[in-house]
């Protein structure tokens, strides 16, 4: 019998679950070895569980989020959470910073009729998650190492270094050494290929925390570099606000 493949989403973009789609080649070889049983971005024909290996793109943003991640994790042999919003909560966790009643009032004519919680939150923080792919979006070639790796029963092969292995791998010139410009790079999870260093650009923190991030030692180089408090704050409050404020707070 073949392995099923779950695809779910919560509160997101779909971005990562496009990421997906857009292996083309690799998925359809996928389609070929497993039953692709739940993914309505690809598909209305859906298979019930439990599941061999279930995705899962978004944040934890409704009493109803919180409930159906718990019944994906009971029908899931393995739960895996693919980008920033399903691992770090996402960009729509800004408002764990601020007052959701006050954004509810400003962006909705009728906020009465809208459910939410007051905090946006990673899927860890309510059930055990087997593996947490960082990204926004998702790298397709560490997507798809994950997705065989589980399907193989072996550890994904996924490294955890930063973002600056990856300039200098291909070859970029430190734009903090060479120009002066505020980068994330030294604090961030590889997986994007260095993609704005290489354009002359500062690293955004795309992927999250890297697995030996030192914030002590670059903060008072994103300083030197014309960031006051108040911007370096924002600067690591975007995409990964909640993981990087994590680490910024001790």
């Known amino acids: 019998m073949a392995l099923k493949l779950a695809v779910f989403k919560l509160a997101s973009c779909d971005g990562c679950q496009l990421t997906l789609l857009d292996c083309e080649d690799e998925l359809l070889a996928l389609a070929r070895e497993v039953e692709i049983a739940h993914f309505p971005e690809a598909s209305s024909a859906m298979a019930p569980g439990p599941y061999d290996l279930s995705l899962v793109e978004g944040s934890v943003t409704t009493p109803e989020d919180a409930e159906r991640v718990r019944a994906i994790r009971a029908d899931s042999r393995h739960l895996v959470t ?46 055990d998650v087997d593996f947490e792919l960082r990204g926004c979006p998702v790298d397709r070639r560490q997507l798809i190492e994950v997705i065989t790796a589980f399907l193989a029963g072996r550890k994904p092969d996924v490294p955890d270094h930063s ?86 707070r001790k």
């Open 163 to 248: 973002v600056c292995f990856e300039c200098k791998r291909r070859g970029t010139v430190c734009v903090t050494v060479a120009h002066g410009t505020p980068c994330l790079g030294p604090v961030t999870h590889a997986g994007c290929g260095a993609l704005c260093p290489a354009y002359h650009r500062g690293c955004f923190g795309c992927f999250g925390p890297s697995g030996t991030l030192n914030l002590p030692a670059l903060i008072p180089l994103l300083r030197r570099d014309g960031l006051d408090e108040d911007a370096v704050v924002r600067i690591l409050r975007t995409f990964n606000a909640l993981a990087f404020d994590k680490e910024l």
């Open 82 to 127: 693919i980008g920033a919003c399903a691992t770090a909560g996402g960009i729509q966790a800004l408002r764990n910073f601020a007052d959701v009643d006050e954004y509810r009032r400003t962006v909705y004519a009728h906020p009465e009729y809208i459910s939410t919680l007051a905090t946006s939150t990673p899927v860890s923080a309510h059930v």
